[in-house]
C-alpha cells in the first residue's frame, strides 16, 4: 500500500510504500520541501516503519529541488533519535550526486549518530545494502 502526501497546492511532495518483500519502508520525496513538509513527511514515515515492525528505510531524494538544509537541526536532533526509537536501524539514502540534495544528504550523513546511514546513487545497490540487514531479522 502506498500512502501521499500533498502539498498546499495539490501536488505530492512524498510517497510512503511498505515494501514486504524486502521488509522495507520506501519513501519518495518530489519537487521543493518546507521546513513543515520534512517533519510532516519524516514523522508519517516513522509511524509506517513502527507500525510494520521494520528497522530499514530506504529514503529517496533524486526528485527533490533544492537543499533541505531548513530541516537540518530538528532532522538531527529530534526526528533521528525518535525514529532510532520506533524501530530504525539502517537507513539508505538515494540522491543525485553533485545535487543541492546530495549536499544535505552529506550534512545529514556526517551529523548522524542515532542509526547506520549510506548514501547511494543506484537504487539497486541501495536495497542489497539494506537486505543484507533486513533479511538477517
Not at 27 to 42: H, P, Q
Not at 54 to 76: A, E, K, P, Q
Request: aromatic content about 12%; proline content about 2%; overall charge neutral.
Amino acid at each position: 500500500m502506498t500512502k501521499e502526501l500533498i502539498n498546499p497546492f495539490g501536488r505530492v511532495y512524498l510517497s510512503i510504500k511498505e515494501d514486504s518483500q524486502n521488509r522495507l519502508i520506501y519513501v519518495n520525496w518530489m519537487g521543493y520541501l518546507t521546513e513543515e513538509n520534512v517533519k510532516t513527511g519524516a514523522k508519517a514515515y516513522t509511524q509506517a516503519l513502527a507500525d510494520a515492525g521494520y528497522n530499514c528505510v530506504l529514503n529517496d531524494t533524486r526528485l527533490i529541488i533544492g537543499s533541505w538544509d531548513h530541516s537540518m537541526d530538528w532532522v538531527i536532533n529530534e526526528w533521528a533519535p525518535s525514529a532510532a526509537k520506533a524501530g530504525l536501524k539502517r537507513f539508505a539514502m538515494l540522491a543525485n550526486p553533485e545535487s543541492f540534495g546530495e549536499s544535505s544528504a552529506s550534512t545529514f550523513l556526517n551529523q548522524l549518530k542515532s542509526f547506520e546511514a549510506k548514501s547511494f546513487d543506484n537504487l539497486e545497490t541501495a536495497k542489497k545494502w539494506l537486505a543484507a540487514y533486513s533479511t538477517v531479522k
